[in-house]
């Protein structure tokens, strides 16, 4: 009984993965990602020293918080 189930359980689970990955709007979604990823990376880079800035005002803004939490 419980291995019919596990049987019914994976085959259903199989049929949908087939199906996903045979459907063909998501090689377009993989595409879309990959893009946005590549533009997330470009943007990045044009902007690294105003994150890096950023991310340092951050930090030291916490590490103040912190201290005087502390106190």
């Given amino acids: 009984m419980l291995q ?5 359980f994976f085959g259903i689970v199989a049929g949908r ?7 063909e709007k998501g090689e377009v979604n993989v595409v879309a ?3 946005l990823i ?3 990376i470009a ?6 020293k105003a994150i890096g ?3 340092t ?4 803004l916490i590490r103040g918080k ?4 502390i106190e």
């Avoid at 912190?66 to 939490?69: L, P």
Wanted: proline share 0%; net charge neutral; hydrophobic share 65%.
């Fill in 4 to 8: 019919q189930r596990i049987e019914l």
């Fill in 53 to 55: 800035a950023l991310l």
């Fill in 57 to 60: 005002d951050l930090i030291n």
């Fill in 43 to 48: 943007l990045a880079v044009i902007f690294r």
């Fill in 66 to 69: 912190a201290e005087t939490a």
């Fill in 17 to 23: 993965l087939n199906k996903l990955l045979r459907d």
């Fill in 38 to 40: 590549g533009v997330a």
């Fill in 33 to 35: 990602i990959v893009v």
